[in-house]
């Protein structure tokens, strides 16, 4: 086995010490009179959590060879099965998990070939071709130590980080490390705008290119090479104008909007501070009323709609029925939006608990803190409440951001885990504003729970509307990314060798009659089972089967089931949307496995 250094994976950024280690390595075999015929990657975080490090499985023969069969293991065996059959037989024409060639010089590990095929797809998409920073640049100067230092007054500059992953910025002012940790860029005007540049660096590829192209043993870092080396996409001069043009309208209506929020916050403070002036606010929140457009509330009603038809099925569904409620009827449609947010929480909690399960000794670490937290709270999963599932997210949310910081072992391992290599769905779901959102609507759902009565219709509006704004918030935190992933049910898979064929039912929006596709990827679906999956990526995330979803056995009609606790006779789940049947009990071995790998071990047992 042997450990390539993370600087190793820079295509034009090596280091001298790294280059020895793979002239030591490597290309003296054939002296040795030896080839390697294979490398194949273990799976990242391979060795947590005593060691976050990147490895190969060297398949070595006793003659020197030109190319060498490179591959992603994985801890599917239908996929590592594959990879070995494709070894043997020599197939690399698939997707780059289940291999392919390269020139043994040329290697430098799997993660500059995915950056390369990034790339590739990224300029088909664009219709332009990738183009090094260096042709674009005027000059590049690189920050120096001291507090007298600045650097030089120029338009159309960017400022790099040298190291980490903070945002490339476009005034000193933005910096968030010192200056000697950047590098000042001035872009050509005729080439292109420097903020439209600094936007591409700071997108999940952009990220990608700038760890390729850093170098350094102890901490990676870039160079003036590497800086000029950096591939950026750079449209039309025009599009880059028109681009910023708009920023700049959108910049405008949002500080009107701002003005609005502030306007409407000052007369809040007025109604609660001066109870005997109610009349006067009252009049200035008409008049307020009227400089809203009178189409601003249906377009915003319209915008949630066409938003939440993005969401996964399970929550899609309970919104649906929230928005099929009679408008009047505040108290049904409140209990819908508890409803969405308790189940959100566990369908999040699902994901968190899926990505971090994958890697056992990883949950085992994770697992004894999480059962803590539960039992701090007085929570358990035996019996979920919303409560159990706001623990999970917020804690497995944490692990998630430090796995998403700096290192890139770490970052690598949390794309393994979630198995999403653009880390848009990590990156969504450890958002801070997210948990902070559930945990909201928790404690409005218990405040509610402990105040008996009757509901009356003005304190069931104020609710709804309370609820609403939860959701609007919610839909800030996780902007567009769910249009970027879809929650797929396996219907049949076919193996072949340069991928696996998946029939897959998309279980996106509201409507209950889902879309039947065929996804090529790099891994075997089990049939039945939830997975969720970035778009044009060839793995999937197995879902825990705490979420069901499929035909009723009292309709044909499919419906979403949430796990609610543990009864006799099984597993107890209950549907938010479907009233033909509003609970099911399933009894299955994954669903036991499930709660083993959950749950105390010796109240598991016990139980």
């Known amino acids: 086995m042997c450990h390539l250094r993370p600087e190793l994976r820079a295509s034009k950024a090596s280091t001298k010490s790294g280059e020895a280690q793979t002239e030591s390595i490597v290309r003296k075999l054939p002296s040795l009179g030896l080839g ?35 591959a992603q293991l994985s801890q599917d065996a239908n996929t590592n099965r594959q990879i070995v059959v494709n070894l043997r037989e020599g197939k690399a024409d698939g ?37 090094r920073l260096g042709e674009l640049a005027r000059a590049i100067q690189l920050g120096r130590f001291g507090d007298d230092f600045v650097f030089s007054t120029a338009r159309n500059a960017l400022y790099i980080p040298l190291l980490g992953i903070s945002d490339v910025v476009d005034s000193t002012e933005a910096m968030a490390l010192k200056k000697q940790n950047y590098a000042q860029v001035v872009v050509d005007e005729t080439r292109s705008d420097a903020r439209f540049v600094a936007r591409f660096l700071n997108t999940e590829l952009g990220h990608s290119i700038r760890e390729a192209y850093k170098s350094g043993s102890t901490i990676p870092k870039l160079n003036t090479t590497g800086l000029k080396d950096l ?48 009349a006067e606010v009252d009049s200035r929140l008409r008049a307020f009323s009227v400089k809203l457009a009178a189409g601003a509330t249906a377009q915003v009603a319209a915008t949630l709609d066409q938003w939440f038809e993005t969401l996964p099925f399970p929550l899609a569904s309970i919104l649906r ?38 890697r056992p000794e990883l949950w085992a670490v994770h697992k004894e803190k999480l059962l803590e ?64 959102v559930l945990s909201a609507a928790n404690k409005m759902r218990n405040d509610w729970t402990g105040h008996g009565g009757v509901v009356g219709q003005e304190e069931a509006r104020l609710r709804n509307e309370r609820l609403l704004g939860a959701l ?15 929650l797929l049910r396996c219907v049949q898979c076919r193996a072949r060798p340069e991928s696996f064929d998946n029939d897959v039912a998309v279980l996106v929006g509201s409507n209950s009659e889902f879309l039947k596709v065929t996804r090529q990827m790099s891994s075997y679906l089990y049939v039945d089972r939830l997975y969720l999956a970035q778009q044009n990526c060839g793995r999937a995330l197995l879902l825990l089967p705490l979420i069901q979803v499929g035909p009723s056995p009292t309709s044909a009609k499919n419906a979403c089931y949430f ?17 033909d049947q509003p609970e099911r009990t399933y009894q299955s071995g994954d669903m036991a496995t499930t709660m083993l790998l959950l749950s105390d071990d010796s109240a598991a047992s016990d139980h």
């Open 95 to 131: 997707a780059l998990e289940l291999g392919r060639f390269v020139a043994v010089e040329d290697f430098r590990g799997l993660e500059p070939l995915r950056l390369d095929e990034q790339l590739r797809q990224t300029e088909h998409r664009l219709e332009v071709p990738a183009v």
């Open 36 to 70: 390697i015929e294979a490398a194949l990657e273990l799976p990242p975080g391979s060795f947590a959590p005593y060691a976050n490090v990147s490895a190969y499985l060297l398949v070595v023969r006793k003659q020197p060879l030109a190319q060498m069969f490179v």
């Open 563 to 579: 796990f609610n606790r543990v009864a006799t006779g099984g597993a107890r789940f209950i549907s938010y949307h479907f009233e």
């Open 472 to 486: 609007q918030q919610l839909r800030e935190v996780m902007e567009d990314d769910w249009s970027q992933l879809d």
């Open 231 to 278: 591939r950026v996409f750079v449209p039309n001069l025009e599009t880059p104008r028109k681009t910023l043009a708009i920023e700049a309208r959108l910049e405008t209506e949002q500080n009107t909007i701002r003005g609005l929020q502030n306007d409407l916050a000052a007369i809040r403070r007025d109604l609660w501070a001066s109870p005997g002036r109610m």
């Open 373 to 436: 937290a539960w039992n701090k709270h007085n929570l358990s999963l035996e019996r979920a409440t919303f409560g159990t599932w706001k623990v999970v997210v917020e804690y497995l949310s944490k692990q998630t951001r430090e796995l998403l910081g700096a290192d890139p072992e770490k970052r690598a391992l949390c794309a393994e885990l979630f198995c999403d290599p653009t880390q848009v769905l990590p990156t969504m779901l450890a958002r801070k504003g997210l948990a902070a």
């Open 321 to 358: 029925a929230w928005q099929a409620t009679p408008s009047q009827d505040y108290k049904t449609r409140y209990e819908h939006l508890l409803h969405f947010f308790e189940a959100a929480a566990e369908f999040f909690s699902v994901i968190y608990l899926s990505a971090f399960t994958s």
